[in-house]
């Protein structure tokens, strides 16, 4: 088929994220969740209802797939750091400024960029109140500087936010 539904979409997407992730399917420790789906399909397919072959295609090379490759591949903390909600994944810049202003002073999180597939950024409110987005440059994080290395080094940041893994 050129084309299927999004529920079936969803679907075969959450069980090869399940699969990459080295998650049991039957019992995941962090699931795509149906923020995740929305955020995939309003970001990333314009709400669309059905999935054509070339949006997928598109989706996956230029986006998802390198960000299932950064979770499982780039570094070993980085799949634990996931699985155990320390890396927030997918969610709208203004979404996670508010959860920002709305935190303790010096919280951050951690997110993937909508821009730059694979990239991490760091959001992190100032002492002005602004908040700001550090993408993550390949000199942060190394063979030598893990990301929780990295995050140590940064003076300014000290709670990071989690996501509820248990919450659907």
Known sequence: AKEVTWPLFLNTLQL???????????????????????YIRNVKFGGASMVTLKAFNAFWKKWFGKILYRIRNAQKHTLQLWKLGYIYGFAERNEVEQLIRNAAPQSFLLRFSASLAGEMVVVHG???GTVNHYLVKPKD???????????????????????DVNKP
């Open 16 to 38: 090869h994220y399940l699969r990459a992730t080295k998650q049991d399917p039957m019992n995941p420790n962090r699931p795509l969740t149906q923020k995740d789906f929305d």
């Open 126 to 128: 100032a002492s002005d």
């Open 141 to 163: 994080v190394d063979s030598k500087s893990s990301l929780p290395d990295f995050l140590r080094n940064c003076g300014n940041l000290r709670h990071i936010l989690r996501v």
